[in-house]
């Protein structure tokens, strides 16, 4: 199915090998049936039996590095196998639904996200992340903590390390006047945001509290296009969630996405706001 469920892994927690074995296979099925093949198909093309190509997708078996290498090719994955790969291990901070679309955020060329929960783990500041992370629940030990803050911060490095790629965050006023972590929390991580919104391949839009029209009612989503200008979108909730790579699903969420940044504020006027804020704490 072009719409995969990636729930089951343990939300902000340390995910189980055989979460990542489950999420690799996943994202092979999902490019296996956007290239219209099917399992005998590609096993044909990659020069496996079909058990084995059905034991890969459903996370019953270690992919073989040639497997790894021709299915990369065949199915003009981007990179992404490659990169969830070497994922397939246990790697704390990162919950193994979420790695195949942290593969492909790492070579995006777009990166839309709008969010109406918490601040986008991009933008996030230290103090602002560990606030999260010690009120999760079940509860965290410190390991996990750090183990959380860690693969953040390693996130974080694309805003940094990627200049030509365009990244756009739309974040709903009250995200800032919920003060989550306090009122030092808060002033800092409204700097932080500021002084990310300097880049020039970066936009930050407010969704001001009082609003006629929204069109992102529905929830959370992010957007990305990698470099062969191909769209993805991922939506996440409470204890997973959904890649997406059918074109026709993407384009609705594209279309949301491109009414909000009509609703919301332009950017000269959010970043008027994010200084009205800070300066009221």
């Known amino acids: 199915m072009e719409v ?47 058990q084995t190509v059905a034991s890969i ?43 195949q679309w942290a593969a492909l955020e790492e070579r ?76 030092e929390v808060t002033r800092a991580l409204i700097e932080h945001v500021l002084e990310t919104a300097e880049a020039r391949n970066v936009e930050i839009q407010i969704m001001p509290l009082e609003r006629k029209t929204h069109a992102g009612l529905d929830g959370p989503m992010q957007l990305l296009e990698t470099p062969a200008n191909t769209w993805f979108a991922y939506n996440e909730g409470q204890r997973g969630g959904l890649f997406i790579s059918d074109p026709k699903e993407v384009s609705v969420l594209q279309m949301r996405y491109a009414r909000m940044r009509s609703q919301a504020l332009s950017l000269d006027d959010s970043l008027s706001l994010l200084k009205q804020m800070r300066g009221a704490l």
């Open 4 to 50: 995969q469920d990636m729930t089951g892994g343990t939300g902000s927690g340390e995910p189980e090998a055989t979460d990542s074995l489950k999420t690799f296979g996943a994202v092979v099925k999902a490019f296996r049936e956007r290239a219209g093949l099917t399992q005998e198909g590609l096993a044909l093309l990659v020069r496996f039996s079909p």
């Open 108 to 183: 995006a060329i777009s990166l839309y996200t709008y969010e109406c929960r918490l601040i986008p783990g991009l933008l996030q500041t230290e103090a602002y992340a560990r606030a999260l992370f010690t009120e999760q629940l079940p509860p965290l030990d410190d390991q996990q903590i750090e183990a959380q803050w860690a693969a953040r911060a390693e996130r974080q490095r694309l805003l940094r390390e990627r200049p030509n790629t365009a990244y756009s965050f739309i974040l709903e006023e009250h995200l800032f006047l919920r003060r989550t972590g306090g009122v």
């Open 57 to 99: 997708e459903q996370g019953r078996r270690l992919p073989p590095p040639d497997f790894i290498e021709r299915a990369e090719e065949v199915l003009d994955a981007f990179g992404v196998l490659r990169a969830a790969a070497r994922h397939l291990g246990r790697k704390p901070g990162i919950a193994a639904w979420f790695r």
